[in-house]
């Protein structure tokens, strides 16, 4: 099993309105293929949650192998990742660490 004790998770929070949704995911499947080309990258997963109401209606939680692979992943696809243009959508982007972790 590969050590990821250094790793680091990647939270994501999207406000898409729910008109938008299909351009966000249109969106997000052209640009997944450009943050999973970079070094560094372990994994990502976009949630939706199941109730339409949420302000967050999509998370994406992804894993690094550490936070200065991301800060560089993140300032080389600054230039060619095409901007969104979807009407009142906002994301919230936030660096965590795995403190504990849980299995059954």
Sequence with gaps: MADNSNNIVLINTFIVPAQ??????????M???MFA????FVG???HRSLDQKERYRFINIAEWEG???YRQALSNMVSMMPKPSIAG???????????????R
């Design 20 to 29: 938008m949704e299909d351009a966000f995911l249109q969106w997000w499947r």
């Design 31 to 33: 640009i997944r293929p």
């Design 37 to 40: 080309a970079q070094p560094g």
């Design 44 to 46: 990502a997963k976009l």
């Design 67 to 69: 936070e200065d692979l």
């Design 89 to 103: 959508l906002e994301w919230h982007p936030a660096l965590y660490e795995v403190v504990e972790w849980v299995e």
